[in-house]
């Protein structure tokens, strides 16, 4: 069993804001001072690039760097090389769809889905514009789900990139990307996973997932803001062209050309995020010491016992009442999400109105916003309670009017 209270003192958060509610862990979730840690001593101790001097605090610096990326390769089960130190999601999937500008054709096809983040979405669109590809959307079930036999009727032989979400950051709902793997295998096609919303809660393991490329963020892991991963198989990443060019990436450089180091570090030109990166493997620490299989239990228990009791609030529609994961989206009859955020916000819950970087989403739910509350390990039943309560008391204070 999860003892939150206890969790709550890893979070440094909850000691300066003793009363906060905090339901928007899909947006960012809080920071764990163990990762807060790590980048104060980052800065406190050492302070000096990575990967460049030869005194021993640059040493050190470069041991802990890379001690980093053992962590995450370890974490989702991939080989060190193939672990890229980025900004985070948004840069990750950009530089995958950048580099397909010069490998896709006009008429090649491009599967992706409405469910889809803007970070997984427009850098595609633009590849697309750019090169005269198609998009392709897998059609979503009435309740907004992909699934397998809907992916498998718009695969084809002009099929050369699969971009989708594993899980929606609006819906909560899972793609099935172990069916649509099998299925897209069948073909010869590039397949990016944008894990931001899975890799905070569940196990990731990218040899049994077998994507070619799988984005994420520290920031949503209770890690710092500004650092991420691309993941890469090797042959995939050497088959890339690297995003940016500059310190540390190359091999030689000549009057006219220049060679360029293998993965990972033809991807990690001019001085990286060292702090972010280090505090992000002690996050990653911190999860693995928690166990992904308990986090994934226990804001899937939050998240049934919330739909349940919001479902019976009469004038409240919920759009995902099936999700089974971290995120429930909803609205409040004749109550707009940000009003309805700010009411929250009096009773010190803090929850996302809008339309979630997702506008494919909110026109698929015909609605231009709503409110989406999200659970995370420092989550409780209480916390759930308020909300419901919150809700109510909201409704029948803008209904009054
Ligand atoms: C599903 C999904 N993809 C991508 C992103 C972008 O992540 P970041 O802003 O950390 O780059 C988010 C962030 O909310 C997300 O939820």
Redesign the pocket.
Known sequence: MIDVNEIRKDFPVYQNHANLIYLDS???ALKVKDAIDQVDYYHKVLGVNAHRGAYHLAFETTQLYEAARSTVARFINAAEDEIVFT???????NMVAAAFRDILNEGDEIITSEL?????LLPWMMTAKKTKARLVYVPLTPEGRITASAFQSVLSDKTKVIAL?????VMGYRTPIEDIVKIARTKDVVIIL????SAPHMTLDVKALDVDFL??????MFGP?GV?VLYGKKHRLSQIEPFEYGGEMIDEVHLEDATFKPSPMRFEAGTPNIAGVIGFAAAIRYLERLGMDKIDAHVAALTRYTLDKLSQVEDVTIYNPKDTHSIITFNIKDVHPHDASTMLDQHHIGIRSGH???HLVARFLNTPATIRASFHIYNDFKDCDALVEGVIKTRDFFQSF
């Open positions: 899909a947006a960012s900004r985070g999601t948004t840069t990750s999937l889809e983040h803007h970070s997984s979400t594993h899980i929606s950051n944008d894990a931001a919303q984005a994420f963020s520290g920031h949503k803001t991420g979630h970087c997702a």
